[in-house]
């Protein structure tokens, strides 16, 4: 039985090393070298330059406003969609999906013509007579991008914490005096934390993370930690660089994702 499991798993083996494995290695290799292959932590260590740390820490600043705002708007969806049985519940869920079946460039680039100076929003301003708005090109339009593309990643694990929820603990707290705001806070939000952990992990990392969305909807006004790697390896082919920034966005990810272990074991 065993060797039939290892059998099973081989494909899986083979695509985490050829996918994960080697690429991260070679990110430590040129991350941790220079140009001549000698060991050096300048690549790690010029994360502090003026124009990198601002770049981190703006895109660490628009990632944690991405993510509460997200939380905001998922946790009431989700408790919605939670109290929804059958098919109208599967429909709702189906409709807010739908949009993730589309590629993620295209979604972006919609934004990017919804937002700009001469687009769909402005024109419709126009026509009634109002104000145009000046968001393209601005950390507002990134915010926009990032919490329309991340919204689904957090609605759905609150939902699947939600609709875990015996109705019967709900309806206890109900029978104990507990009125709508006690049975929330005591009984409903302590519940759904780990869907709330899985969703601000499954936010925070890939919106830390991102530069087409800075890029489309940025533009060249506001750069982000992912774009000044990203041109390092497609426009300087400084690939040591830009593996030794990387790095750092590495441990950064993963302080995100202890910490939230940790939270969630402290939970349980």
Known sequence: MNSKKNILATPYVVWSAVFIVIPLCMILYYGLTDKTGAFTLENIAAIASVGHARALWRSILLSVISTIICFLLAYPLAMILADKKGRAGGFIILLFILPMWMNFLLRTLAWQTLLEKTG?????????????????NTSYAIVLGMVYNFLPFMVLPLYNALS?????????????????????????????????????????VPALTTFVISTLLGGSKVLLI??????EFTQASNWHLGSGLSIVLMIFILINMIVTALFEKAEN
């Open 226 to 231: 992912g774009n000044v790697i990203e041109q």
């Open 120 to 136: 769909v929003i402005n024109g419709i301003l126009s026509f009634l007579g109002l104000p145009s708005l000046r968001i393209i």
């Open 164 to 204: 875990k929820i015996d109705k019967n603990v709900i309806n206890a707290a109900k029978d104990l005096g507990a009125n709508k705001i006690q049975t929330f806070f005591h009984v409903i939000l302590p519940l759904s934390v780990p869907g709330i952990i899985s969703g601000i992990t499954m936010v925070f």
